[in-house]
């Protein structure tokens, strides 16, 4: 599994990242899992100190440091971020429990930007049908990443190839039980 951690840092100077051809946080595998789940779920804090968590189909890569998301229903998500909420993403493949935490800051854009114009382009290519409905494009400036791994694999007796088949198993039940109603 690999592992990218840099420490919080306000900007990417801070960090080490001046674009000065180093390698970017989001790994290969990384990419991957957030651009094949691309269900993630944001966590900001409201102004009076509570969590917000709120699950989002459009989160994609947009570069080596860089995820977005689509604001077509996240009114508090986005208040949030304009209060100076940091945000937290977390991406999990349900099949084998394994995933990626991403923290950082995130940066609104609004219709008329060229940030907005690419996330939409982007979203269409991608097969999305919501574009029309899409009021800004969030960024979110990874500045810590790090895998999140289910507890069952800690004792070392569970392999991956053991998860995935439990909760593919698991699944064809709860698809059973939906398409029984």
């Not at 990417?12 to 993630?40: F, H, N, W, Y």
């Not at 029309?132 to 990443?145: F, K, L, N």
Request: glycine content about 10%; some cysteine.
């Amino acid at each position: 599994m690999h592992q990218a951690t840099v420490a919080w840092a306000e900007t990417e100077t801070e960090a080490g990242r001046t674009g000065g051809g180093q390698m970017g946080i989001l790994t290969d595998d990384m990419k991957r899992l957030v651009d094949g789940q691309k269900l993630a779920f944001h966590a900001t804090v409201c102004p009076d100190g509570s969590p917000n968590l709120s699950p989002k189909g459009s989160t994609r890569v947009w570069d080596d440091d860089h995820l977005f998301f689509a604001d077509i229903c996240s009114p508090q998500t986005i208040t949030n971020i304009r209060a100076g909420s940091l945000v937290e993403v977390n991406v999990v493949d349900p099949f084998v429990r394994k995933g990626y935490r991403f923290k950082g800051r995130a940066v609104i854009h609004e219709p008329g930007e060229a940030v907005f114009a690419e996330g939409i382009e982007r979203m269409r290519a991608d097969g999305s049908k919501l574009t029309g409905r899409v009021t800004a494009i969030v960024m979110i400036e990874v500045q810590d990443a790090a895998p999140l791994v289910s507890p069952a694999y800690d004792d070392g007796t569970t392999t991956e190839t053991e998860m995935l088949e439990t909760q593919r198993a698991r699944f064809a039940r709860l698809h059973e039980r939906q398409v029984g109603r």
